[in-house]
């Protein structure tokens, strides 16, 4: 397993790499609806959903305008491999095809997890179509949250890009409401639904909810 590191100077130069992209490629970057609050003693898990090449990139710079925290990410091995820079900004890895890798990288997974920093994990395990309904809520969540040693929030998000009568497309995002690590052990179910139907959610009001621009944070 690869495991993270974080370097000033990695996430010095990434930060100004990452807004010139997203200000390139993107007409807006909008928050839509309520944004739940942190609390700075418990562990964060935020669970997005999975369409694209740019996910992991939209919930850093989401998370970068709301929170000091630091963050780890995991990524599939073969993944980090190819692009080694993002062990440096926090990643880590996951291989699936390999149960001593899954089991090595979900303990290390629920190691880090702490008031400091914030881990993101995608329920779904691998890209899927934006439009799949309902999406693929894999369990190893569950897995991580019953092994963590601090009082945990695991946190879903939603991702949508959509395109108009600009160049370029707007990007949405909602966060849904803070679930308890505990309630994740004890009902999957209900997280899985959570999870659903938040990108239903955001798929649905995106236009007709209020929302602020990241671009003006």
Do not use: C
């Amino acid at each position: 397993m690869i495991k993270a590191e974080h370097k000033k100077w990695a996430y010095f130069f990434f930060d100004i790499y990452l807004n010139n992209i997203i200000k390139k490629d993107f007409k807006d970057f909008y928050l839509v609806g309520n944004i739940p609050e942190l609390d700075n003693n418990k562990g964060l898990i935020i669970t997005p959903n999975h369409f694209s090449w740019w996910d992991g990139f939209f919930i850093y710079y989401l998370m970068k305008k709301l929170s000091t925290r630091k963050i780890y990410i995991m990524m599939l091995e073969e993944q980090l491999k190819r692009y080694p820079f993002f062990k440096k900004l926090g990643a880590f890895s996951i291989n699936q095809q390999s149960p001593k890798s899954i089991i090595e990288s979900i303990n290390y997974a629920s190691s880090i997890v702490s008031d400091s920093s914030y881990f993101v994990t995608y329920p779904q395990g691998e890209i899927e179509p934006y439009e799949k309904r309902p999406l693929t809520v894999k369990e190893g969540l569950k897995k991580i949250t019953e092994k963590v040693n601090i009082e945990t929030d695991v946190l879903p998000v939603a991702f949508k890009i959509h395109h108009s009568n600009e160049r370029k497309p707007f990007l949405f995002a909602m966060m849904g409401n803070m679930i308890p690590a505990q309630t994740v052990m004890d009902n999957f179910q209900s997280f899985s639904d959570s999870y659903n139907q938040l990108v239903a959610k955001l798929d649905a009001k995106y236009q007709n909810t209020e929302k602020v621009s990241l671009f003006d944070k």
